[in-house]
Structure formats: structure tokens, C-alpha cells
């Protein structure tokens, strides 16, 4: 690998960026971390939150700002993602989002020419631009590495500069191409997720750990990592299915939507468990039949390696409207627009094994377990 310009060390050095907007792009790069750490050879790797040393604003607004904006006008936030990417508004946001960048990242341009990386690998679009800027100046010459972490890209993925993409998708690759990458950067490899995933556990024992039934029909109720979307209106119409059920909900960081739930647990005839924020969601889903949850890349991802059967509602506009349609149209995705469906949907799984298997069966084929691993290798490669 040629870094000229690089400080020569004996150890190869390893930068992966993130950015906490959701819990998604910080899981994918402690999990691209990790295994980095486990390839052979002397490997130093760092992992970096590249708003660290962004000014308070600039972190609001990619943090809580986001956060705040997708729960209480997503469509709004639609609109946004949509005019960023396509049409006339496209080419003005975009100057404008990089002169921001420009702005706002003197810190994390800073750590980046100080540490002087062998391997800058990223799962946020941010820190990679700002990257691939300071590499275009001259003041780097690590090797950029894109992990794109939604089965189908937005522009803002695209930097001049990035020497490979990953993706999880074919059709996200010709969309790539389509925009003007090299095919020859563009790897289909799938979203890198924590190894944990590719590990299946023996369903019983599990049941016995986490004090669960293991013949009830199980219900897996995700919310991302900040505990959005309607859990309590599910919860609400899981009520209506006669057949037994368990289910597990979690809620993420939504401290407010955990004690919600515990104060209306009383009202549901099903078994409950409420979790919060967990560390082993790939437990719960070696328990679970089939999980409900919003459409984030890095959750269907883990739930495509682990073979369970996907039920999406309330996708955020954009990403996650772009992600539910491309699995649905793959088979490995039932997308339900309105929630009042969810029992019968619910209740043809539950009554039709052979279906079950079926979608469990297309979940694992599509899925690329070694997605993480892979991704590395290649980072490093020659």
C-alpha cells in the first residue's frame, strides 16, 4: 500500500470515524474497529467520534438536533434528505454542507494531520468528507475507506478523494456508478455489524437466561438506539392477537417510553419484558421469531444475519423509506404502512411455519455475515 507522506512506523495505523447521529453509524464503526484489531499483523486502531471537538452547535445539531428533528417532523427531514440529493437544491446544499464542514471541523482536522493515519475508515458520510478534503490539500495521505452504512447511498457519501466504498447492495453500487464513482472503488460487501451477530445461539438455553418461555411465539419489538418510533401503538395492537405471544420491547436511551411502558404493563394479557439500552440485542433476537422495528440500516442488517423475519413500520423519510422498499422488493421484508395491520400480519406468521422458514430462509442468503471482516481485509490490503 503506498502512503507517501505518512510518518514510516512498523505499526499500520488506523483511524475509524463516527459520528453519534443515532445509534446506528457508532455500532458499525466499533464493530469495523474490532476487527481490525483481530486481522494479523500490528495494527494500531483508534476510534474517533469526529465531532468531538466540533463546536456545541454544530454537535447539537448532528446529535439532538437530529434526533429531535426525525420525531417531531420527520417529513420535514424528508424533505431535506430528498433536496440534498436530488434536483436543482442538490449542487447549492451540498457546497453549503461542506463549507459548514470546513467550518466547523478545524478540531477534527487537527486530530486527523496529527495522527497522521495509515487507514482512515468511516461510517458517516461527515468525517469522511472533511478527510478527503485535507487528503486533496495534502495534508494526509491516508487510504479512505467509505462504509456506507444504508443498503442504498445518499450524494453526501460521495467526497473526491475516497479510495473505496462499500455497500450493501448491487443496486446501491450501480446508484454509485451512476453519480460518477469508479465501478473499481465500489466493493459490495455488505454493513459492517458488531461479529457477535454471525453466532447463533441455542434458543432454549437463551430462554432460560433471560427468564422467557421458549415455545411461546416471540415478538421482538426494536426501537434504534434512542427509543424512536411507535412502540406503545404496537404494543397496543399485539393486544388484539388471541393466540399466545411473548414479546420484548426495547427502548433504547427513551427513558421516558420505558417507564411509559411499565406503568401501562398491567393492561396487556401477553407476557412482557421491557428493556432499556442493551448490549445484547443479538441474544434477543436468537429468541425472538420475528421482530418489528424501524427500518435503520444497521438493524436490518442484524436481523438479515441472524435469519429473523422483518416486519418494518414508520420509516423516517429518506434513508429509511429508501431502505424498507429495497428489502421488501428483495423478499426479505414485509413493510406495513399501517399499524393496524400488524396482528393479522402478526398472526399469518405465527399460524404458517412454512412461511416463516421461507423468510428466514431469504433473510440468511441475503445477508453477508462476513460483511465486517471483509471490510477490513480490504482496507489493508496491498
Sequence with gaps: MDHSGTHKRETMRIVVCHVPAGAGHTRAAQALAAAFKDLPGSHEVILLDALERATPFFRWSYTQGYIHLIQSAPFLWGGIYYSSDFGCCAGPIRSFSRLSNKLQA????????????????????????????????????????????????????????????????????????????????????????????????????????????????????????????????????????????????????????????????????????????????????????????????????????????????????GQETRNATYLERQGVASLVEKIDRIPGVIGQLQEDPDKRRLMKEKAVHFSRQDATLKIAQLAVAP
Design 106 to 317: 478545524k478540531g477534527f482536522e487537527q486530530q486527523l494531520i496529527e495522527l497522521n493515519p495509515d487507514i482512515i475508515a468511516g461510517t458517516h458520510f461527515f468525517p469522511m468528507d472533511v478527510a478527503a478534503f485535507l487528503k486533496q490539500r495534502g495534508k494526509i495521505a491516508s487510504r479512505l475507506v467509505t462504509a456506507i452504512t444504508d443498503y442504498l447511498p445518499h450524494s453526501f457519501w460521495i467526497s473526491p478523494g475516497i479510495d473505496l466504498y462499500t455497500i450493501g447492495s448491487q443496486e446501491g453500487k450501480e446508484d454509485l456508478v451512476k453519480r460518477g464513482v469508479d465501478g473499481n472503488r465500489i466493493h459490495l460487501l455488505g454493513i459492517p455489524i458488531d461479529l457477535k451477530f454471525g453466532y447463533k445461539q441455542d434458543r432454549t438455553g437463551l430462554a432460560k437466561k433471560l427468564e422467557l418461555d421458549p415455545n411461546l411465539f416471540t415478538v421482538l419489538i426494536g426501537s434504534g438506539g434512542t427509543g424512536t418510533g411507535p412502540v406503545d401503538e404496537l404494543i397496543s395492537m399485539l393486544q388484539k392477537i388471541t393466540h399466545p405471544i411473548q414479546i420484548l420491547a426495547v427502548t433504547g436511551t427513551n427513558t421516558h417510553l420505558f417507564h411509559k411502558l411499565e406503568e401501562h404493563r398491567h393492561r396487556i394479557s401477553h407476557p412482557m419484558k421491557i428493556y432499556g439500552f442493551i448490549n445484547n440485542m443479538e441474544e434477543l433476537m436468537d429468541v425472538s421469531d420475528v421482530i418489528i422495528t424501524k427500518p435503520g440500516g444497521l438493524t436490518c442488517a442484524e436481523a438479515l444475519t441472524k435469519g429473523l423475519p422483518l416486519i418494518l413500520v414508520s420509516p423516517i423519510p
